[in-house]
């Protein structure tokens, strides 16, 4: 191979890893932004190719470019291919792309999760600091609402933009569903949530996608009937009803792959470990596209909240005790 | 009300570009609402329900834009389908390469340009340095943009800048004005008898505002970077400034500006200045105890904000006080009025700030004078009042710098207006070059919506702006400050002012003087 123009790829992520092709085409490239690019095999599946500053995922290849260097700077367009001869990649027929230096990259998992009032206490705190940054678009606005959405509820709550308003009963619906294991309410909120919304990975897309995250990234939870049937739902809407970079950014979060800022915060929120880098995890996180970070942050938390619920719900007997669970301070004036 | 809308196949923008897109589609004439979003059934339903949704857009795919809009008159359809597309192409045109030779390393930049003597990086922190070291060995000054350099390399460039008689500002340094030409974010002030070294971009901005404004202009505007007075680095390039404005002969008074030092740097930086012949301003920021004491000894004069620093210089140079640093009548009457009619139990201060130096000295203005005030970094709420930098690094990844794009700000304004406990609202707006081409006409519309929402609430909400600018500045300033008060807002120059005085309405006093009088 020959080019002038040549870039390491820092990282790829592993569910990628093992779709790279011995020899040949791999890609094509059919939508490109200023830092970012995205391509679709041969076998319909849609990858990513990115400045490495975006962050890692498990569909992205990480490249190191130098700064304000723009994609299409690069000669990259719709319609180039991306070649591999086994070693190295080609964009177009300029561009190299080395692998020398690429590590796979896998998200570190939560390990041992702190006790629920800890959870619960961090959530207070990042949902305190996150608030007066709150953007008007998208689904951020149901943040501060996510204790009680989890809990089934949604009323009494106004002033909302058309997006968040119209995905306020549907959440509610899923969310009840998810807690009584109930297929209905599960597959009637999802298929209200799919799609909706503005941006190129719809709000709703973007906040399944970090609810699916944070449920699997909940071991107690992750076997359970309720999330498993949670993912089946999204990824058959998401199949004929969403883009086709969100349909495959949900099919990776059905499994449990989000982006390196989403599993990061998991981390934080989540884990034994010190807590202490909470916040600058999510303001990582909520910089990611215009409301697309946010609207993940809102899933995060909401499936954190449903999956302490479902937790709680499943251990516990007694009908009574499963509707009077207390999840914090914001479930006040809510109803159970 | 005529419906249109207009599908595109198979079109990819991202998210920002489909919100700008919207945003520029209603600023259009003939246009009374539109959007740009997905086909997805979902969204074609929440069309539907904004009575956005006509017969070809209900055909869209997901994988299709569906661009929506509402026609004030009929028959201009075309003509915005024709903007549309103007501006979703215009983006790939700008970044297709372009017409012209453009260097493709600094060897071939040289070529084109032999007589260049500075080199601007703008790099990631990792090959910052090393793009930095090439430019030194080219013998070329450099201006480094870049951030997150590692602070090793910082030291070993600066010091191999001074074996090489070189400059090497930054790296994080956003602002220099030098013979004139003003290099990343700057002001249009006046050539003049000040030189200046700083280690904050927004701090030196608005020391050279304020003189600009009481008429008098710089000879040089050094930035050296936030770290150069760590006890690493040990003010290694400031040392460098100070000597050569010292040898300038333009330059008749130097000022020195800065976050605290370290006590290493402070003895080197304050040994050099007693040596110097000429006048020394020096403004450690925030500075307290001892140390924090506006003092003078022979040539130099201490001073701990950036308003001081500039009335010290002007009284040096033998100028009366300037108007920018008193309330006028108008002003003192609103403040009147307005703490007259607001609730003393919803007066907390929200800053949402652009320039973190001016963020950094509201914060501990107002803790000088008792405020319980946070930044919204602490891993705790602080509680009380919060003074955000959005133009922090960790707000401005993927996004444009909010003296560039106000969106993130307008949105935090409005959020503010709904809190109950938020009595007053600081903000600053800064002009030059690099910055926002008309920062009123962004910030106005949310300055109305926000005291709208506070006064439905039955409250009473005040916007303090810090205007800092020159009236030189491509903006026109004076316009400027016209739309913003307009729009409702009370503007002042001076950012440390704006700040006292939203203390006075906080408290519901009057506005506290720098030495702990106050003027009503």
Known sequence: MTSSTVYPISSMGGPLAKRVPRSGRWGTVFAVFRRSCYLESGGGQVFCLADQGLGEGPLTLAVKIPSKTTFRSLGINEGCHLDTDGVDLVVGHELVLTTAETVIWEPDPVGQTAPQDEILRRLDVLIDQVDPLIPSDGLAEVIPHTAGIANAGSSGIVNMNAVAELAMPRLSRLCGGLTRSASEAIDQGVAGLVGLGPGLTPSGDDLLGGMLVALRAMQNTASLFSVDALAGCVTKHAAAETTRISAEMLEQSARGYGSAAQHRLLRCLLGVDDSSDTVNAALDLIRTGHTSGWDALAGILLGIYCGLRIGRYQASPDPAAQSSIAFSRRMAGTPA | ?520
């Not at chain 2, 500039?310 to 006028?328: I, Q």
């Open chain 2, 1 to 520: 009300m005529t419906v249109k809308n207009h599908v595109l196949k198979n079109m990819y923008r991202d998210s920002v570009a489909l919100m700008r897109l919207s945003q520029e589609m209603e600023g259009l004439e003939n246009v009374a609402q539109a959007t740009a979003i997905m086909g997805t059934d979902n969204n074609k339903d929440l069309l539907a329900q904004a009575g956005l949704l006509a017969d070809s857009g209900k055909s869209a795919t997901p994988n299709d834009l569906i661009v929506a809009f509402d026609l004030t008159s009929p028959g201009q359809e075309e003509a915005v389908i024709t903007s549309v597309q103007q501006r979703l192409m215009s983006g790939r045109q700008r970044t297709g390469g372009g017409a012209g030779y453009r260097p493709r390393s600094m060897e071939g930049a040289l070529q084109t340009l032999p007589q260049a003597n500075l080199a601007m990086i703008s790099v990631p922190g990792e090959h910052a340095a090393r793009e930095a070291r090439k430019a030194l060995d080219l013998g070329l000054n450099v201006l480094l943009f870049s951030d997150n350099v590692p602070l090793e390399d910082e030291v070993g460039l600066k010091q191999q800048a001074i074996s090489l008689g070189l400059f090497m500002m930054g790296p994080d340094c956003g602002t220099a004005i030098i013979n004139g030409v003003p290099l990343g974010f700057a002001n249009a002030v006046p050539s003049g008898r000040v030189g200046l070294v700083s280690a904050s971009g927004s701090g030196l901005q608005q020391v050279i505002c304020l003189l600009a404004e009481s008429g008098e202009g710089i000879s040089h505007a050094l930035g050296v970077g936030g770290r150069d007075l760590s006890g690493e680095v040990n003010g290694a390039m400031m040392l460098e400034g100070l000597r050569a404005l010292g040898e300038d002969s333009a330059t008749e008074i130097i000022v020195l500006i800065s976050k605290p030092p370290a006590q290493s740097a402070r003895a080197r930086v304050l040994e050099a200045a007693s040596q110097c012949g000429k006048p020394y301003v020096i403004s450690f920021l925030g500075e307290q105890g001892e140390h924090g004491k506006r003092a003078s000894r022979g040539n130099v004069h201490m001073e701990n904000n950036l308003e001081g620093t500039a009335l010290r210089v002007l009284k040096l140079l033998g100028k009366e006080t300037p108007g920018w640093a008193s309330l006028d009548d108008k002003n003192r009457k609103r403040i009147e009025s307005i703490i007259a009619g607001s609730d003393p139990g919803h007066r907390s201060i929200r800053g949402l700030y652009s320039g973190g130096t001016l963020c950094y000295e509201s914060l501990f203005i107002l803790r000088d004078l008792g405020h319980l005030a946070g930044s919204g970094l602490e891993q705790e709420p602080v509680g009380g009042d919060l003074l955000i930098d959005m133009g922090d690094d960790r707000y401005t990844v993927g996004r444009p710098h909010p003296m560039i794009d106000f969106r993130s700000r307008c949105e935090a304004l409005v959020q503010a207006a709904a809190d109950p406990e938020v009595g007053v609202v600081l903000l600053d707006v800064i002009l030059g070059y690099g910055a926002h081409p008309d920062p009123a006409a962004e910030l106005s519309p949310a300055i109305l919506e926000a005291q709208k929402i506070a006064r439905n609430d039955g409250r009473r909400l005040a916007c303090v702006v810090a205007l800092c600018g020159s009236p030189d500045d491509p903006q026109d300033m004076d316009q400027q400050e016209k739309t913003l008060t307009h729009a409702g807002a009370l503007v002042v120059h001076s950012n440390a002012l704006a700040a006292r005085i939203a203390s006075a309405i906080s408290r519901g006093g009057a506005v506290p003087l720098p030495g702990g009088d106050t003027r009503g």
